[in-house]
């Protein structure tokens, strides 16, 4: 695993693209000649606050009503490398959620244990279907990794065949 610490005065925008370099970096000694890597790393961000992920439940509870009725952001950082290049970049999903009550994140925590979560929640879980709102972008950016993104990256740099 590769420490996911970064410099304080990093934009937080910047956190997500910084990150997925550094595990790129990790990685890239190890590749062979004709490999691709692609590292990822997401985060939540709201207002200027970056929502790791919480280390237990009430931390996610503190979190999870951060975001609780707001709008957020959330940006994945991708690293796309051969042994010839690295090629890095981010795309950035505002997500609505709506208020949700204290019972509901409870329920939600107790059930689905979003520990491993940056900002305490999964899109494709529980939370994501009854208790967002609205989102602007890719869904699947918020997942983890924005897959659309990544295919034209590849598409454009490394001659895809299919």
């Not at 207002?47 to 237990?56: A, C, S, V």
């Not at 959330?74 to 290049?85: S, Y």
């Not at 279907?129 to 972008?137: P, T």
């Amino acid at each position: 695993l590769t420490d996911e610490s970064y410099p304080e005065t990093l934009n937080p925008e910047a956190v997500a693209t910084y990150l997925a370099e550094k595990k790129a970096n990790t990685f890239l000694p190890h590749l062979k000649k004709d490999e691709v890597l692609i590292t990822a790393d997401t985060i939540v961000i709201a207002g200027n606050t970056i929502l790791n992920k919480p280390q237990d439940e009430k931390e996610a509870i503190e979190m999870l009503n951060l975001i609780n009725g707001k709008t957020h952001l959330v940006t994945t950082g991708v690293c796309i490398a051969d042994l010839n290049q690295k090629l890095s970049f981010s795309d950035k999903t505002e997500v609505r959620f709506s208020k949700l009550s204290d019972e509901e994140i409870a329920y939600y925590i107790r059930q689905f244990q979003p520990f491993d979560k940056a900002g305490a929640y999964g899109i494709q879980e529980w939370i994501g279907l009854v208790g967002i709102e609205n989102l602007r972008g890719s869904y699947y950016n918020v997942m983890g990794l924005p897959v659309n993104m990544d295919y034209q990256t590849l598409k454009a740099n490394y001659n895809l065949v299919l």
